[in-house]
Every structure is written in structure tokens, then in C-alpha cells.
């Protein structure tokens, strides 16, 4: 992008109020995620979602892309737990949206802000909703000899009435590089590795552990382990959270996928993931967030052999069309940007794309603000082929795209 | 089960050419709560409906419409499954477009979330007669932007919704009804006071005296903490009539103000009802002044509901991208409402 200005929101990081009687606090965007269930601990809250980068992202940033995290299958993603946004749009205005209230009438502008990768407006303030800190917490592992027990195993524990705090999964490849770089104690034989873990009452969890036992140990389970105090519970999750850097050691670099899938299509999904490993000759790791469909295969490669990266993005594409055509999305908490335009093609139509665009045209009628990120003009889905356009039947053809 | 798309998307095209409007209709049954919509001639829903699409073990559920809430609840809970909003049935009534359209949740919203928390997609009608599909079945997407719940609770004002697709819950193994008398001022103390600690709660208000709570969850749980929450046997049909308006918008003689507000906010004396641990009162306006609170709205038996919306001119320009020639429910939420 030519002639730009950055705008950093980094230094925007005070915490403005904690609000315990009303089980919210009021922050500004460059506030790091961490930052808030640390500040709100004392008063026996924490902030729910909570991405791998929680250390280092901001708040602001967790807004623009809604994102998840390994705990949001039971308490939500960004969306469901930031009561109210105050944002700035380019015209100077600045709207309050929502607020320490719930669901007041009228249209709810905060929720779609959420996840608009700061193409509508600029983030000042962010009300979060603050979530008790569970009393007590366990965390099961369940190592599987294939992926797809181990799948049919999250159906079970789902469909017997559990919606667990997390549930992840990890193939073989990832389960390997995991216990190779921090030794969390993976059963490295093991095809899929499940970690559950489940929070509430100390009954609560003694009854949900007895359901997840029964479910994992009827799809054959060969090797189950609970921790319940907090330093096996870390080690636990340690392999999982590193997971990425793990895999990282095994080639010179890798390429993160991230789409969502209906659960029940998993085999199905892996089955075309590892073919299209083999055809293009780059070994895939897998890791999931299980229990909602969420897909990381991160596929390996090394960017110095001349035409890899273009080969592994190629790959990716195809795992990320291969979402789309089950029914799932070619994003489900990384965000767009740039790098999956092409693949937004394929999942919205013309008129789809078009409503998009008068949609950020209405916060942002200029086009000011991030520009050619999220969503692809109509030129470019026709570029890329994945879209049939007839020329001049588009609307709104006054309108820059962005 | 029918579908007619089809003729939903003509009858548009055509509103639109004639530069007249339509009023989206289901079951009529919110039109005292949210006021009815103005329109030359009605767009009626109520034939656009079934389940399409239901996989328990996805949690989700898709459905056109003007599929009846009961047939989903009824559906949801053959597998023990259910809307964790569990959104209000008015007089029993109401289709599932009409619940997402208004975007209402019935009590147990502070602790399972709002209606809008559970809407994963949709497919609408805009007021240029496309057909558009936005979000999906799945419960992580960040694909583009949240069209879903932008139009959760918008009225009708930015489209004709077609279907819907909304995640589900497990139905909790065991319910538990208990209530004490209390004043308004100690029921929000003693509301905020639960409501920050991890209970199974899944109903928390305050009425004519009494507090009324309702454990959801397994069975040891809730026995566990039933005991510790101490009160005495309530009603179950309490939280079934609460929701559908019967204690409050069917009851009172004068008109009141449904407001909502920070939970922990101190009672009005003219609150006659607190709901949603405190972040919903019902307030009767004969004995306050402090009711035009931004996003409240009235509701009376037998007259024409007001409304304390702020429409800014942002709003005005999203109900153009929807809607440019707004043929759709005037009188609702958008620019055609003075604020």
C-alpha cells in the first residue's frame, strides 16, 4: 500500500475501570488480553476467551479478528463476552455501541464490528463482561490409535450433554513434535491425542470426569490421565500451546491453516488433507480445537527451494476449499486479511461480496480504513476464477472497492 | 413444511419496483411488545417454514422462518437439546424469524447467553430482492463480516430473513425452583452477589416481593447447591409465565418501560419487575421519570408501544446498504423513526 499511515493503538493500554458489581471492565484496545484476568483475579473473575497469543495480544486486536481461543466452546468467542465498543469513525464521530447493559433494542453495531478486521472503525474502549473464576477444574487426557476414534469420541462426550471448557485434539505428527520440545509426557505411539478439560464445582467436574472417562474408554482409549492440580494440569497443556513452535522445529518453516468444518465431516476432511500431503509432497501436522470444528493443519515446507511457498499456498487453498464444499469457512478465528481473499470467492457470491462492501461503505464510505483487506473486490473473485460476473450487472458500481 | 422463497424474493422485487413497502410478518404474536410494522401490505412468513437441517451432535439447528418456536423446542427436545436463550413465546406464539428478528431472550440469558450469542447464519432477503447467505453452521467463522447478528434484533428493518441457523444446548439433567421474600434493594445485592460467583443459575429476577431462582445443571450439582442457596419451593410455571410477558407487559394496568441497564444498578421505586440478575427492569412509568433509557421500549395492553431508540445517521446509512429504497417495515428501528 502506497502513501499509508499506521495507526498504533499500542500505547492506548490503561485499564479504565473494573466494575465486579456489574461483572465488567472497561478497557482500551492496546490493553494485552492476559493483562485483564490478571487485573480482575482479585475480585474472582477472568476474562473467557483466551487466544494462545494471550500473553501478548491486545484486546483490541482480539475484537477486529473475534477471537476464540482454547476455552470459547463453553464460555464463547470475543463476540460473546464484549458487552460494549466505543468507536471512532472517520468522519470524527465516535459511537458508543452497547455498553454495561444488556441487549438494549435496536440494531447491535457492536456485534458486527466484532471480527471486521478494522475495516469499520477504530476501536477507543472496550467493555468486557468478566466471567466467575470456576472453583474447581480437571483436565483428562485420551490417546487414541486412530483419529477417527478419537473424533467419534468428542461426538460421544457433545452429544451426551457436556460442553467441556476445552477440547482439543492433535495428530500423531504434532503429538510427536509437542513431546519432543517439552516433554508434557504424550504418549508418542498414539495417533490422536484428546485433552479435555472441564470446569465448575469440585462436584461438577468429579460427575462431568466420570461421563468423559466412560465416552473416550468406550471409543478405546489406550491410555487416559487426570490431572487435578494445577502444575500436571500446565504440563498438560503445555504440549498443546506449543504445539505450534513444536512443529516449527521439524522443517525451516510452516503455513498455518485455519477453517471450520461440521464436526461429523473430520474423517472426511483428514482423508483430503492427507492426500493433497501427499500430492503436493509437504507433510501436514494437525491440531484442532475438537469440540468446535475448528482445523490448524500446519504444513510444512522450506521457503528456500525455489516455488515451495507458492506450492504450499496452493495447498493450503485447497484444504481451505475443502471447508467450504462440507459446509464449514475458510476462517474460523485468524481472520482474512489478505492471504485468504481469494478463498472468500469461493465461499460468498457476487451479491454477497457487494453487500459486504455497502456495508463498510456505510461506517466508511472513503474506503479509508484498512484498505484491501477481508473482502475481495469482484475484480479479483473473477481473476482468480472463482466467480462469474457479468460485466456491468454489478451494483452500486460507483462505490470504490476496497 | 414448505418453502416459498421464492415468492418472499418476487413479492420484494415487486414492492420495490412499486416503490411501496412491506410489513414482514410470522405469528403476529410481538406486534404489542415491539409495536406492530407499518407497511402497505403484509409479507406474511407463517408458509415459509420447517426444520432443514438438525444434527444434535453438531449443536445446531437450521430452520426457514416461519417455522413455529414450538416445533423447534419440541424437536430440540426429543434429543435432549434446547435454545439456551430460550426466547419468549408470546401467548405461546411466535415463529423463529420473529424471535431472531427481534433478537428477545427470556431469563436465562445473563447466565446462557442471548439469542444473538447463538445465531451461527442466516439467509435473507435484501430490499434489493438478492438472496444472501451469511455466517453458517458452525459455531467458529469469521469469514467476512457478522451480517448474522447484525440482523439478530433488527427488526425486519435491513431484510426478510429466510432461515436461520442457532446453536444449541445440552437440556440441563435437572431444574431446580426456589424463591424467598426479599425487598427490590436486597434482591439486586443479593443478585449481583450470586451472579459473580460460579452457580448453576439459570433464572435470577425479583417480583412483587419474592426472589425467584432456577438451578440448571446435573443433578448433584444442583441438589448440592439448592441447599446452599436455602429459600423455599417455587412454582415451575413461574419462569414459563415471566418469559412470555404474563407477569409483566399482560398485568399491568399502565404502561411500562422494558429498560435495560448496568445489573448492579440500584432498584427504581417504580420497577415493578427485575429479570436477568438485575440487568432487565420492567418500569412502570406512572411512577418514574427515569425511563427513556437508550434501547428501552414500552409495552402495553390495548396501545401503541414507544420507544427510546437512538438513531444515529450510521444507522440510517446500514438501513440504506440493506435497504436503499426501505421497503421494509417502516416505522421500525430506522431512519423513518424519529429518535
Redesign the interface.
Known amino acids: 500500500m502506497q502513501d499509508g499511515l499506521l495507526l498504533s493503538l499500542a500505547r492506548l493500554n490503561r485499564i479504565l475501570e473494573v466494575?465486579?458489581?456489574?461483572?465488567?471492565a472497561r478497557v482500551e484496545p492496546g490493553v494485552r488480553n492476559l493483562a485483564i484476568s490478571e487485573a480482575v483475579a482479585r475480585?474472582?473473575?477472568f476474562y473467557a476467551p483466551d487466544p494462545s497469543s494471550q500473553i501478548a495480544c491486545s484486546i483490541g486486536g482480539n475484537v477486529a479478528?473475534?477471537a476464540?481461543g482454547v476455552h470459547?466452546?463453553k464460555y464463547?468467542?470475543t463476540?460473546?463476552n464484549v458487552a460494549g465498543l466505543v468507536v471512532a469513525?472517520l468522519d470524527g464521530?465516535v459511537?458508543e455501541l452497547g455498553?454495561?447493559?444488556?441487549?438494549?433494542?435496536?440494531?447491535?453495531?457492536r456485534?458486527?464490528v466484532?471480527?471486521?478486521e478494522g475495516?469499520?472503525g477504530i476501536v477507543l474502549e472496550v467493555i468486557v463482561r468478566l466471567t466467575?473464576?470456576?472453583?474447581a477444574k480437571a483436565v483428562m487426557l485420551g490417546a487414541f490409535h486412530s483419529l477417527a476414534a478419537a473424533g467419534q469420541a468428542v461426538?460421544s462426550i457433545?452429544?451426551g450433554?457436556?460442553?467441556p471448557a476445552g477440547l482439543e485434539m492433535m495428530d500423531r505428527l504434532a503429538i510427536k513434535a509437542a513431546e519432543a520440545f517439552v516433554h508434557a509426557g504424550y504418549p508418542v505411539d498414539a495417533e490422536a491425542l484428546l485433552l479435555c478439560e472441564l470446569?465448575?464445582?469440585e462436584?461438577?467436574v468429579?460427575?462431568?470426569l466420570l461421563k468423559v472417562e466412560a465416552a473416550m474408554q468406550t471409543q478405546g482409549a489406550f491410555r487416559l490421565e487426570v490431572a487435578r492440580d494445577a502444575a500436571s494440569q500446565t504440563r498438560l497443556w503445555a504440549g498443546r500451546k506449543a504445539a505450534f513452535p513444536a512443529v516449527g522445529r521439524l522443517a525451516p518453516d510452516y503455513y498455518c491453516m485455519d477453517g471450520?468444518?461440521?464436526?461429523?465431516r473430520l474423517a472426511q476432511v483428514l482423508d483430503e488433507i492427507a492426500r493433497l500431503s501427499v500430492e503436493y509432497g509437504l507433510q501436514v501436522a494437525n491440531v484442532f480445537?475438537a469440540g468446535?470444528?475448528?482445523l490448524h493443519p500446519l504444513i510444512l515446507y522450506d521457503a528456500n527451494q525455489p516455488g515451495e511457498l507458492a506450492k504450499v499456498a496452493e495447498f493450503g487453498g485447497r484444504i481451505l476449499q475443502c471447508c467450504v464444499a462440507v459446509?464449514?469457512?475458510?476462517?474460523?478465528?485468524?481472520?482474512?486479511g489478505v492471504e485468504?481473499l481469494d478463498q472468500?470467492c469461493d465461499?460468498?457470491?457476487p451479491?454477497?461480496l457487494e453487500?459486504?462492501a455497502?456495508?463498510?461503505?456505510?461506517?466508511d464510505p472513503d474506503g479509508l480504513l484498512n484498505p484491501g483487506k477481508?473482502?475481495p473486490t469482484l475484480a479479483r473473485c473473477v481473476e482468480v476464477g472463482g466467480m462469474h460476473v457479468h460485466s456491468g450487472t454489478g451494483?452500486f458500481q460507483h462505490l470504490d472497492r476496497f | 413444511m414448505t418453502d416459498v422463497a421464492t415468492d418472499v424474493i418476487e413479492r420484494v422485487r415487486a414492492a420495490r419496483a412499486a416503490l411501496s413497502t412491506l410489513a414482514i410478518r410470522g405469528h403476529r404474536s410481538k406486534s404489542r411488545l415491539l409495536g406492530p410494522p407499518g407497511g402497505h401490505a403484509d409479507l406474511d412468513l407463517e408458509l415459509h417454514s420447517g426444520i432443514t437441517n438438525y444434527q444434535p451432535d453438531e449443536l445446531v439447528i437450521t430452520a426457514r422462518a416461519g417455522t413455529p418456536l414450538s416445533d423447534i423446542t419440541a424437536a430440540l427436545d426429543e434429543r435432549r437439546q434446547c435454545l439456551a436463550a430460550d426466547p419468549p413465546m408470546f401467548a405461546g406464539r411466535g415463529t423463529l424469524g420473529g424471535a431472531v428478528a427481534s433478537g428477545l431472550s427470556g431469563p436465562s440469558r445473563p447466565f446462557r447467553g442471548s439469542l444473538r450469542d447463538s445465531v451461527l447464519g442466516i439467509e435473507v432477503v435484501n430490499g434489493l430482492a438478492e438472496r444472501l447467505r451469511f455466517g453458517g453452521e458452525v459455531f467458529k467463522n469469521v469469514a467476512g463480516f457478522d451480517v448474522s447478528r447484525l440482523l439478530t434484533g433488527s427488526e425486519g428493518a435491513l431484510g426478510v430473513l429466510l432461515s436461520a441457523s442457532l446453536r444449541v444446548a445440552p437440556k440441563p439433567e435437572r431444574l431446580e425452583y426456589r424463591k424467598a421474600t426479599l425487598d427490590a434493594a436486597a434482591a439486586v445485592t443479593c443478585m449481583r452477589t450470586w451472579a459473580s460467583q460460579s452457580l448453576p443459575l439459570s433464572g435470577l429476577a425479583w417480583i412483587a416481593g419474592e426472589l425467584h431462582w432456577r438451578l440448571a445443571g446435573a443433578s448433584s450439582v444442583v441438589n448440592e447447591i439448592a441447599g446452599k442457596l436455602g429459600g423455599v419451593e417455587d412454582d415451575p410455571g413461574f419462569w414459563t409465565r415471566l418469559r412470555d410477558g404474563e407477569l409483566t407487559i399482560n398485568t399491568s394496568p399502565t404502561r411500562l418501560w422494558r429498560c435495560a441497564v448496568p445489573p448492579a444498578t440500584p432498584p427504581d421505586p417504580a420497577d415493578i419487575c427485575l429479570d436477568w440478575a438485575g440487568a432487565l427492569r420492567w418500569r412502570d412509568q406512572d411512577k418514574s421519570a427515569d425511563f427513556l433509557l437508550p434501547g428501552a421500549f414500552t409495552c402495553q395492553r390495548g396501545s401503541s408501544p414507544l420507544r427510546a431508540d437512538r438513531v444515529t445517521d450510521l444507522v440510517r446509512r446500514l438501513k440504506d446498504a440493506f435497504d436503499p429504497e426501505h421497503v421494509f417495515n417502516p416505522g421500525l428501528i430506522h431512519a423513518d423513526t424519529t429518535s
Open positions: 466494575d465486579p458489581a456489574n461483572a465488567i475480585f474472582g473473575f479478528e473475534n476464540g470459547c466452546l464463547g468467542l463476540v460473546h469513525t464521530e459511537h455498553g454495561k447493559g444488556q441487549d438494549p433494542l435496536g440494531l447491535d453495531l456485534a458486527v466484532c471480527g471486521s475495516l469499520l466467575p473464576l470456576p472453583p461426538a457433545i452429544s450433554g457436556l460442553i470446569d465448575g464445582t462436584a461438577e468429579a460427575a462431568d471450520t468444518i461440521p464436526r461429523g480445537h468446535d470444528g475448528n459446509g464449514g469457512t475458510v476462517s474460523g478465528e485468524h481472520g482474512v485468504k472468500m465461499q460468498f457470491c451479491a454477497e453487500q459486504f455497502r456495508l463498510k461503505a456505510a461506517f477481508a473482502i451494483r
